[in-house]
């Protein structure tokens, strides 16, 4: 990566940190041996994350028959990652939310975003075992540098802005490089590593885009990769989505997934995405399926 674009992120305003409840949360997660208790009280302190780690646990998604109302039930039932990405998650709404992004449909950005994120999680979770959580919050965070790098030149980068879009170019990577010396997977690593998430959800990040040549990308890039390239097509427009359908079934049998495989993880995260949205209250573009 360039050094100056890289110094230019860093030196900007943009990067935000962290809040304490999240930092503190993150910290004791960290630990193998931490205790659950330390976690409830962190995150109690925030009556906000609290509630939507709760509504989630009540959602239609794990069909529950009786209510969950204290945090650790609700920790037990969602699994300590899947509530990491529910906090990240949180914590990136209102970043992005208090970002004046002039050039991009911050609609097509969340569809996208959660579509890949939802479309890693099941890849992950057919193909690399205990790494769903990390391809979910990988794909949820992967396209953030396009936000920043947005922010950051606003003149070098609109034109590529304007290809962030349903319909939109697919080599987004090569032009973003050409125009300010690195591309949104680098930006978001960036913002990753300040934050200080696990170094392979950084590496993932940084290596996904399909259009660069990197041979090395470990496992979890590919599958973000894929997951991003395939919510770039379905989220075209709906005359376009069958031309797409070859495209995206191909993407899916290079990561070894069968056709019935593909169909049904494509069903699942449509519904996946819709709760997830409510949860995280966004307003997402309308979605297109294959």
Not at 25 to 44: C, K, T
Not at 220 to 232: C, E, K, Q, T
Not at 234 to 247: K, Q, R, V
Request: net charge negative; charged share 25%; hydrophobic share 45%.
């Amino acid at each position: 990566m360039p050094a100056a674009a890289a110094e230019i992120l860093k030196r900007s305003a943009v990067i935000p940190s962290m809040p304490q409840v999240v930092t503190r949360f993150l910290e004791i997660v960290q630990d193998p041996h931490f205790d659950y208790h330390d976690v409830v009280d962190v995150l109690s302190a925030d009556p906000g994350t609290a509630g939507e780690i709760l509504r989630l646990a009540n959602s239609s998604l794990f069909g529950v028959t009786r209510r969950v109302s204290s945090l650790v039930h609700a920790m037990a039932l969602l699994g300590l990652r899947r509530v990491r990405s529910l906090v990240l998650g949180r914590y990136i709404v209102e970043s992005i939310d208090r970002h004046l992004v002039t050039h991009i449909d911050t609609g097509y950005f969340w569809r996208r975003s959660l579509t890949t994120a939802g479309l890693a999680g099941h890849f992950a979770g057919r193909l690399a075992g205990n790494d769903r959580e990390d391809a979910f919050i990988s794909g949820l965070l992967a396209d953030l540098g396009v936000i920043v790098l947005d922010e950051v030149f606003p003149d070098e980068y609109a034109a590529v802005t304007g290809q962030y879009r349903s319909g939109g170019a697919p080599a987004l990577a090569v032009e973003e490089t050409a125009r300010v010396g690195m591309h949104h997977g680098q930006a978001s690593a960036l913002i990753l590593e300040h934050w200080m998430l696990p170094e392979t959800v950084c590496e993932a990040v940084r290596r996904h885009p399909r259009e660069i040549e990197d041979p090395d990308a470990p496992a979890l890039s590919r599958i973000v990769g894929a997951a991003d390239a395939i919510a770039r097509l379905l989220g075209d427009s709906p005359a376009e989505i069958d031309e797409h359908a070859h495209e995206c079934m191909k993407i899916a049998r290079e990561l070894g997934l069968d056709e019935p495989v593909f169909c049904q993880i494509l069903l699942d995260v449509e519904a996946g995405i819709d709760e997830l949205a409510r949860t995280l209250h966004l307003a997402t573009s309308p979605s297109h399926t294959i």
